[in-house]
């Protein structure tokens, strides 16, 4: 359920609508509410998050905008509510996300619809190509 809310925030800031499109679901069936993900980007004056979640949107954020900027400080309340593997879990998917975020962004990936699929259709052929 975190990981969604993490992986929602990570493409928020990379500016991922593709991303954002299904993740954004995938959150609100996790319990995310539409108010929570809609306004995530205010989640330090948020009271509907507790102040673990807030320490894994604080990472995030950090990883998202520079990597080099995590202190110690930051691990050291991290650490004061996940285990070294679920900080490890968190840092996954914050670095897989900031890859797919920018993987599509430069291919520029349109959100696709239900139902679309990622695939254009195969142009038709004319007669007398060899294609």
């Given at each position: 359920m975190l990981t969604e809310l993490i992986i929602v925030r990570t493409s928020q800031?990379?500016?991922?609508?593709?991303c954002l499109a299904s993740h954004t679901i995938l959150a609100k069936g996790l319990g995310w509410s539409d108010d929570q993900l809609s306004h995530l980007a205010e989640w330090p004056k948020r009271d509907d998050f507790t102040t673990a979640e807030k320490a894994a949107l604080r990472l995030a954020e950090?990883?998202?905008r520079d990597a080099h900027a995590v202190t110690d400080e930051q691990f050291a309340e991290l650490r004061s509510f996940y285990s070294e593997g679920?900080?490890?879990e968190l840092l996954c998917a914050i670095g897989l996300f900031?890859?797919?975020n920018r993987f599509n962004n430069a291919l520029r990936m349109e959100p696709t619809k239900p139902g679309e699929g990622?695939?254009?259709a195969p142009e038709k052929q004319t007669a007398g190509t060899n294609r």
């Open positions: 800031v990379n500016e991922t609508p593709y950090t990883v998202t679920e900080i490890v900031n890859y797919f990622g695939r254009a």
